[in-house]
């Protein structure tokens, strides 16, 4: 082999490798979905977790949280299956477990399909997040509220409260490999509807967390410039101009506050 044909080969070796390593076959980016995909499997045993809150319970509760199940179960009419299902979320809703009653509520929503079951559910799952579960409860949420917004978003895009209310389950529980996704979401929305008090409310609450407090009290005052009675946005900017030491502004919005 010519001293030619011996670069030409090694130069072509050379070429494969840089290809190869510098241009994967699979993407960064579908690398990411598949992890992400992979990391959103259930995380929690559901009825596992149910029948160990059902053993915590008292027996008057056990009772009836037994016989709402089989009467689920052995229903064959929708409407009616949903009646009792909604009965079963509330029970479990009132003995303070929002993740069970956030599960019979993704029930209802999957039977109805319809976008306010389907936000009913991603409350429930939101609320659930806001307590003092473990990381894999809390995942299993996560990845439930997200589903049932997206899901209501779905059926009724000109809602913003449903993008609102998936943006901000980013915002409070940011993805590791993106943790500005919520907020990005929520200032994306602010730029197409700079009005809606529901960005703007959230958008201010976020901020104050992150000490931004001139920003949010202007979002504010442009809540309440719309909407003088929002007890949200009082009670919100009183805490702000408490922050930055207005003590008289910050009084004159607590009275605002609590007289709402």
């Not at 009772?63 to 409407?79: M, P, R, W």
């Not at 990381?135 to 439930?144: E, N, P, S, T, V």
């Not at 946005?233 to 702000?240: D, S």
Request: charged letters at 25%; aromatic letters at 8%.
């Amino acid at each position: 082999m010519s001293k030619v044909q011996k670069i030409t080969v090694l130069a072509f070796v050379g070429l494969f490798i840089l290809l190869y390593f510098a241009f994967d076959i699979t993407p960064k980016t579908q690398e990411l979905v598949e992890k992400s995909r992979a990391e959103s499997l259930e995380k929690i045993d559901i009825n596992a977790l149910i029948q160990r809150s059902k053993e915590e319970l008292n027996k008057g509760d056990q009772a009836e949280v037994s016989a709402l199940e089989f009467d689920a179960q052995s229903q064959e009419i929708d409407s009616v299956k949903i009646s009792v299902l909604e009965k079963l979320s509330g029970k479990w809703y009132r003995l303070k477990n929002p993740i069970i009653a956030g599960y019979y509520a993704e029930q209802i929503a999957e039977i109805g399909n319809s976008a306010e079951q389907w936000s009913i559910s991603g409350t429930t799952f939101a609320i659930a997040l806001q307590q003092d579960f473990d990381d894999k409860a809390k995942a299993y949420c996560l990845d439930h509220a997200v589903k049932a917004f997206e899901n209501a978003s779905s059926l009724e895009p000109e809602n913003i409260n449903h993008q609102v209310n998936l943006a901000s389950c980013y915002a409070e529980n940011p993805p590791q490999d993106n943790p500005m996704k919520g907020i990005q979401m929520l200032l994306g929305l602010d730029k197409k509807h700079p009005e809606s008090i529901p960005v703007l409310y959230q958008l201010a609450k976020f901020g104050m967390q992150t000490g931004q407090y001139d920003k949010a009290i202007g979002r504010l005052e442009t809540i309440l410039k719309k909407d003088q009675k929002n007890k949200k946005a009082n009670c919100l900017i009183f805490k702000a101009f408490e922050e930055t030491g207005k003590a008289e502004k910050a009084l004159e919005y607590k009275q605002r506050c609590e007289n709402l």
